[in-house]
């Protein structure tokens, strides 16, 4: 037994020696002191022990023990100090070195003039609400008085998705955000839905054009819609509401004008032109020398329309307009190029 002690406590003390870390250390203590360990296995065999000689034996064991463990416990602080300086070595930052610059993101060009837009709208009352870019004819046609016939509907002119049993069930992507007006009306008549008259709403989006891709042209551009629909709403609150936008957006001395126009869902209708920001209206490189500069499409919403939309014509009026968000943004940022709002090129970005 004595014998057998000895071997067990030469071999922990060695195999402790050797250990490179402190998983293995605690296999070792678990295979050596652990309760199924070879020294507890020496204690059961202690029945065996003719009893005078136990204690000593008794002794001997715990001798062991308190080597191992002590052997164990300094190994283990060893390689835990080792462990912590090898892993400061490798975090070491060299304060000397060159710092890194991060390119930091801006908000798009877009975006800003779309944010500032939003706030005008918002002080004046308006809810921002948003509507499918994927459509169906009904919205972004029929229910805006826009006859199958009607050049927009070509397929030069629209993307289709798929082909309905009639047309108004066809789907395509948006042509205009008008298509929220007929989707906002609707909701607000019917009894199932939150919304209700009066309206006042801003829906800005993606809107998709079988173009090519120009100067001044994109499959792919963004239109602010703008639908107001209560009782007793006639053109002069759709004059003052765009003159004050016109004001609060491209500044308190900006003039507007209203020219007649035709759009199917508004009678009358009009593109309103406003005086050109950069020279005063003395005529310039941006408004190509006339002084007025068009910014958008607008009308009274045509009674036809309000009908087919549930809304009695009798009892409401309304207006709407329709802004080319790019359009403003490169009128208001002097960009000559609206390619440039669609390269993300950093170095363009980082200029707003
Ligand atoms: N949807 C028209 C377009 O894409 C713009 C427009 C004109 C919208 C008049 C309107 C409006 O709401 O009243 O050309």
């Known amino acids: 037994m004595n014998e057998t002690l000895e071997r067990i406590k030469a071999q922990a003390?060695?195999?402790?020696?050797?250990?490179?870390?402190?998983?293995?250390?605690?296999?070792?203590?678990?295979?050596v002191l652990g309760k199924k360990g070879e020294l507890t296995q020496v204690l059961k065999g202690m029945k065996d022990v003719a009893p005078e000689d136990r204690p000593k034996i008794g002794q001997m064991v715990n001798d062991a023990r308190s080597a191992i463990e002590e052997k164990l416990n300094k190994k283990l602080e060893e390689l835990t100090k080792r462990a912590r300086s090898a892993k400061l070595m490798r975090?070491?930052?060299?304060?000397?070195?060159?710092?890194?610059?991060?390119?930091?993101?801006?908000?798009?060009?877009?975006?800003?003039?779309?944010?500032?837009?939003?706030?005008?709208?918002?002080?004046?009352?308006y809810e921002v609400v948003s509507g499918p870019e994927v459509?169906?004819?009904?919205?972004?046609?029929?229910?805006?008085?826009?006859?199958?016939?009607?050049?927009?509907?070509?397929?030069?002119?629209?993307?289709?998705?798929?082909?309905?049993?009639?047309?108004?069930?066809?789907?395509?992507?948006?042509?205009?955000?008008?298509?929220?007006?007929?989707?906002?009306m609707l909701d607000a008549v019917n009894p199932e839905k939150e919304r209700t008259l009066p309206i006042r709403v801003i829906s800005p989006g993606?809107?998709?054009?079988?173009?090519?891709?120009?100067?001044?042209?994109?499959?792919?551009?963004?239109?602010?819609e703008g639908l107001?629909?209560?009782?007793?709403?006639?053109?002069?609150?759709?004059?003052?509401?765009?003159?004050?936008?016109?004001?609060?957006?491209?500044?308190?001395?900006?003039?507007?004008?209203?020219?007649?126009?035709?759009?199917?869902?508004?009678?009358?209708?009009?593109?309103?032109?406003?005086?050109?920001?950069?020279?005063?209206?003395?005529?310039?490189?941006?408004?190509?020398?006339?002084?007025?500069?068009?910014?958008?499409?607008?009308g009274m919403v045509r009674p036809h329309v309000l009908e087919m939309c549930g809304i009695d014509p009798e009892e409401y009026s309304g207006f709407a307009f329709g802004i080319g968000l790019e359009r403003i943004t490169l009128l208001k940022y002097e960009i000559d190029d609206m390619r440039l709002l669609y390269e993300n090129d950093e170095r363009f970005l980082s200029q707003f």
């Not at 759009?263 to 310039?284: M, R, Y």
């Open 13 to 31: 003390l060695k195999q402790i020696e050797i250990a490179s870390d402190a998983n293995s250390l605690n296999d070792l203590k678990v295979a």
């Open 135 to 184: 459509e169906y004819d009904k919205y972004n046609f029929e229910l805006l008085n826009i006859p199958a016939d009607h050049p927009a509907k070509d397929e030069q002119d629209t993307f289709y998705i798929q082909r309905g049993k009639t047309t108004e069930d066809d789907i395509l992507l948006r042509t205009q955000t008008s298509s929220v007006q007929a989707r906002i």
């Open 91 to 125: 975090e070491t930052v060299d304060v000397t070195r060159p710092g890194r610059r991060l390119i930091q993101g801006k908000r798009h060009p877009n975006q800003i003039a779309l944010e500032d837009l939003e706030r005008v709208f918002i002080g004046m009352g």
């Open 228 to 298: 107001v629909i209560d009782k007793n709403i006639t053109m002069a609150d759709l004059k003052g509401t765009l003159a004050q936008f016109a004001r609060e957006f491209f500044g308190e001395k900006t003039k507007t004008k209203f020219r007649p126009h035709h759009f199917p869902f508004t009678e009358p209708s009009a593109e309103v032109d406003i005086t050109c920001f950069k020279c005063g209206g003395k005529g310039c490189g941006v408004c190509k020398g006339s002084g007025w500069i068009e910014i958008l499409g607008c």
């Open 206 to 224: 993606r809107v998709f054009r079988a173009d090519e891709v120009d100067a001044t042209h994109s499959p792919s551009f963004h239109q602010v």
